[in-house]
């Protein structure tokens, strides 16, 4: 029998492991190409992710799911799974895989969203409406793609009279019941593991790096521990041997429920939703929050291990005020907030950094709620989804809002590029919302969050020389198409930034210098 710390090495060896993103060299940054096409993907691998430096892309989940048809083709239907057949309203298997190999050729991973604690609703009806075809009964729990019946799913462990989760401070409820009345499978089960992990295994055959995974504050930690050490390792066609998959875990943890984080960080990464729900109470300037407060900024404000946490600005959940930060979170409908957001992210050293690419709905407000946030992609009336189109200035047409295309947002995922593995440096804040920091001598930026002019001059920890500012501008064809930052041969920089300008920050780095 092997003694027992050698199985705990092995164990966290493995959890180790399945924190590492295995982004290629010089690539630091994920995005969210939330209901994209397989198609599109790939084409937008090829010709803008890959040679701009982004490292992964997060994919909406590739498996069967319910197609409802009221409300008309919400975004949810892909998180109500019928099977694990990969058809979905992004594409076919086959332009699964072809994406996945095209992404992987220019150095771009892909990071599967899989959602392996429920199936469909307990209302979701039965007969053939599912993306693929397949046949199922919500209310007979069969669904014989898998196959999964009865016997695989929670209701006889819930002791909610609803089979529904009544109390998230009750952590049997949150994992044993139904959350908002998907059917709870059984993850306790050999069986519902093993198809869990088919599933799964399948597309690391094809390709992928890792796993995005819904809804785990809903599963123990144990069953998920047997899950994932059934995972094969990856495709050393693209990865070296022995690599395993990346993991990051939804948990919504603002503090104060029955379940955290902390309960997941030792089988992977953990989504850091107070990330975005505190930047954007300080970005916005709520609650006496200010951007000098963010000196001590990760885990100086009480967020996860930087080595545990994945971070993001808003996601798809909280863009429309469901899962957590409410009306904090800045999103695209605030664009000038969001550039800032998402440009103090990419520059601070802190977390693994996912940057959300969106597409716009029909806002509607009654009482302060939404109705329309349940609205699917762009689509043609037959429901299908519309391709991504690409305007001459390089921003997405047809409702896609492609954040990531933005010159600034964009510019900063290189600027983490280059600035990576340099300390968090040369602080300097006016007691107010005026800071900047540097990346040790690799990159600097200043920030004018406040209703009145920034004039100052700096010690950017910078050699000396011409920078182009890539926030106003970047760097082309030996010039700057914006600002032009000089700094002195004793790294010291002189900033001016109006409050009234279009982005109210600079920044520099090393490539970006003349």
């Known amino acids: 029998m092997r003694p027992y710390w050698l199985i705990l090495v092995a164990l966290f060896g493995l959890s180790v492991a399945q924190h590492n993103p295995h982004l290629k060299h010089g690539r630091t940054s994920i995005v969210h190409l939330f209901e994209w096409r397989w198609a ?81 609703g307990a209302g979701g009806g039965e007969g053939t409406h599912s993306s693929c075809g397949s046949w199922f009964s919500a209310s007979k729990r069969d669904f014989p793609s898998v196959p999964y019946s009865v016997l695989d799913f929670n209701d006889n462990k819930c002791k909610t009279a609803s089979g529904d989760i009544e109390n998230y401070g009750d952590p049997y409820q949150v994992r044993d019941c139904r959350l908002v009345s998907l059917l709870d499978l059984a993850l306790e089960k050999d069986y519902v593991r093993g198809k869990v992990a088919d599933f799964m295994n399948t597309l690391i055959d094809m390709g992928v790096a890792g796993f995005r995974v819904d809804a785990c504050k809903h599963m123990w930690p144990g069953d998920l521990q047997n899950a994932y050490g059934r995972l094969k390792d990856l ?13 990051f875990q939804e948990v919504i943890d603002l503090g104060g429920e029955g379940i955290s984080a902390a309960d997941y960080t030792q089988l992977g990464r953990v989504t850091e939703f107070k990330y975005g729900a505190k930047l954007g109470t300080v970005i916005r300037k709520w609650n006496g929050e200010k951007l000098s407060y963010t000196r001590n900024w990760g885990e100086g404000w009480g967020f996860m291990s930087n080595n545990n946490a994945l971070v993001f600005v808003d996601n798809h959940d909280n863009q429309r005020g469901h899962g957590a930060g409410g009306a904090s979170i800045v999103t695209f409908w605030d664009p000038r907030l969001h550039k800032m957001a998402v440009g103090y992210m990419l520059a601070h050293p802190y977390g693994v950094t996912r940057v959300m690419s969106s597409f716009r709905w029909d806002r509607h ?20 989804t519309k391709p991504v189109p690409i305007n001459p200035d390089q921003t997405c047409g047809d409702g896609w809002v492609c954040e990531h295309r933005w010159r600034q947002i964009k510019n900063m995922v290189i600027f983490r590029n280059v600035v990576n593995g340099q300390p968090h440096s040369n602080w300097w804040d006016n007691q107010s919302n ?15 969050n406040d209703d009145w002019d920034l004039d100052v001059t700096l010690d950017t920890g910078m050699p000396g020389g011409t920078y182009c500012d890539v926030i106003s501008g970047q760097k082309e064809n030996g010039r700057c198409t914006g600002k032009q930052i000089q700094v002195g041969g004793d790294g010291r920089a002189h900033f001016k930034i109006s409050n009234r300008d279009e982005d109210p920050f600079v920044a520099i780095h090393a490539e970006s210098k003349l």
């Not at 010709?47 to 992964?56: C, K, S």
């Not at 005026?434 to 004018?448: K, L, P, Y």
């Open 235 to 247: 495709n050393t066609k693209w990865f070296s041997g022995g690599s395993r998959p990346f993991i």
């Open 365 to 384: 407000f009654v009482n302060g709620k939404d109705q329309n946030d349940w609205m699917g992609p762009p689509s043609y009336s037959d429901g299908s």
């Open 434 to 448: 005026q800071v900047a920091f540097g990346r040790g001598n690799r990159g600097f930026i200043v920030f004018n």
């Open 40 to 120: 599109d993907i790939a084409a937008e691998c090829e010709r803008f992710l890959g040679p701009n430096g982004f490292g992964g892309i997060q994919i909406s989940p590739p498996n069967e799911h319910i197609v409802l048809s009221s409300p008309w083709r919400p975004w949810w239907q892909r998180y109500q799974p019928i099977g694990y057949n990969l058809c979905s309203r992004s594409g076919t298997e086959a332009e699964l895989r072809d994406m996945i190999t095209r992404c992987n050729n220019v150095g771009v991973n892909v990071y599967v969203d899989v959602v392996i604690n429920h199936m469909c």
